[in-house]
């Protein structure tokens, strides 16, 4: 994908959401999405307005970037619908 990372993030910001990184996930959060412990979640919406990106995607940018753009569609979309959209690798 030709857009940088900078970009993708320049225009989550335009629709008013927040990116934080995390390392380990909330067990909150895979208790309520039903997650295995096998799964990787490497990225996740909680509403209103924060998105939570696996500090494991600075290491492969080009999966980042899907993230990023995966999560700007959902807000083009959806119009930010309050449902916790999460990208998970794994069984």
Known sequence: MPIS????????AD?????KWFRKLPASVA???ALSEN?????????PNTI??????KKTPSRLKY???VHIGHCVLHNRDGLK???????
């Open 5 to 12: 990372i900078e970009y993708l993030i320049a225009i989550l």
């Open 15 to 19: 629709f008013e959401i927040k990116t």
């Open 31 to 33: 208790r309520e999405m």
């Open 39 to 47: 799964a990787v979640v490497s990225s996740y919406f909680s509403p």
């Open 52 to 57: 939570y990106l696996n500090q494991t995607l």
């Open 67 to 69: 993230d990023l753009a």
């Open 85 to 91: 959209s999460v990208m998970v690798a794994g069984s």
